[in-house]
């Protein structure tokens, strides 16, 4: 058994048929995949450690050293995050223990159940938080939407009906089999929300949308889009792997419901033809938790320390930024 750390991305080509593989046999998301973390890594300072037995891969670490800290790769972009493994070996804890980098850890977007988490188990110097929420919804095949939202009652559902009657638009779905990347829809409606202040001018970079547009291109991602007169309104970014479906990037006019309204036209397109479950990302946002109500979930970050100095000075300024923007909240509403 040894490691291997991948620094370079053309190594990574490498290694492609046997990242497949141990991905393919677990149940990971789109952002452990090869297509995600190898279009990721470029322009980056990548780490990726590979545990290596009998010439097999059995543990793979997408990483990135980002000020001195491995962090997985891309993680501001990534909802989830961890490693792919079939191992129970520790032997990639003792390889960062020996370069001390094991206190040098900055995991965000973990679930509850991460497999770098049970790893990282005896680590004795570590915060762990909870951090953000995701929400899931699974629904059933119907052509008499909404009526498969089960777990609504009849004054949800015709607030649902409600919603879909506000505007009548013209829906394209997007994918690598039927049609190009719509970058310039994309850029256009991204520079929109720029000049009405809605997002920043950071929305969407250069850098961002190459990536995006390569995970199309790859097969990973598709786009939705509805034109209302004649003009596009609103595109969402979804990843799909068969009848699951993960909202990733929303852009809309400034129309009131407009994103809800695109977000509800889309599942009942998706579910008019199959079952189908929709993974709105990271963010429990009122919107979709009162008009879908779908399953709510924890994400959480794990840190570790190489000593318990490090450890307070890190919680105290988190507990200190936490009351600042609290008290900024109270000032500003």
């Known amino acids: 058994m040894k490691v291997k750390v991948f620094k370079n991305n053309s190594q990574l080509l490498e290694i492609k048929e046997d990242w497949n593989k141990l991905f393919n046999e677990g149940s990971y998301s789109v952002f452990q995949s090869f297509d995600f973390c190898y279009e990721s890594s470029l322009e980056k300072k990548i780490f990726i450690i590979c545990l290596i ?14 000020n001195r800290k491995l962090r997985f790769i891309n993680d501001i972009h990534a909802d ?21 980098l094991l206190g040098s850890l900055r995991f965000i977007n973990l679930k509850t159940d991460s497999l770098v988490k049970n ?16 929400s899931v919804l699974s629904l059933t095949k119907t052509e008499a939407f909404p009526s498969n939202f089960n777990h609504f ?14 505007y009548s638009t013209n829906y394209v779905l997007y994918t690598s089999c039927n049609s190009k990347f719509p970058l310039d829809e994309i850029i256009n409606l991204k520079n929109k929300m720029i000049s009405i202040k809605s997002r920043g001018t950071e929305f969407l970079d250069n850098s961002f949308l190459r990536l995006s547009e390569r995970l199309f ?21 979804l990843f799909k792997s068969d009848n ?7 852009l809309y006019a400034d129309l009131k419901m407009i994103n809800l309204y695109h977000n509800t036209l889309f599942i009942k397109n ?7 479950t929709f993974n709105f990302g990271r963010g429990a946002y009122n919107y979709k938790v009162q008009n879908f109500s779908p399953e709510v979930y924890v994400l959480e ?11 307070k000075y890190f919680q105290f300024s988190k507990w200190l930024l936490s009351e600042i923007t609290e008290i900024y909240k109270k000032i500003k509403y």
């Open 53 to 66: 037995e009998d010439n097999k891969i059995i543990e793979i670490w997408p990483c990135e050293i980002i």
């Open 153 to 166: 009652v009849y004054r949800q559902k015709r607030r649902l009906k409600r919603i879909l009657n506000k």
């Open 244 to 250: 699951d479906y993960s909202f990733w990037i929303d």
């Open 217 to 237: 291109d790859s097969g990973k991602l598709i786009v939705s889009k509805i034109e209302l007169e004649g003009e596009v309104v609103a595109i969402s970014l």
């Open 119 to 134: 790893k990282l188990s005896k680590v004795i110097f570590f915060d762990l938080r909870n951090s953000i929420n995701y």
């Open 301 to 311: 970050e794990f840190s570790t320390f190489n000593s318990s100095l490090e450890q």
């Open 270 to 276: 998706i579910t008019k033809f199959s079952d189908a």
């Open 80 to 100: 989830f995050c961890d490693i792919i493994t079939s191992s129970k070996s520790n032997a990639v804890i003792d390889y960062l223990n020996d370069l001390q």
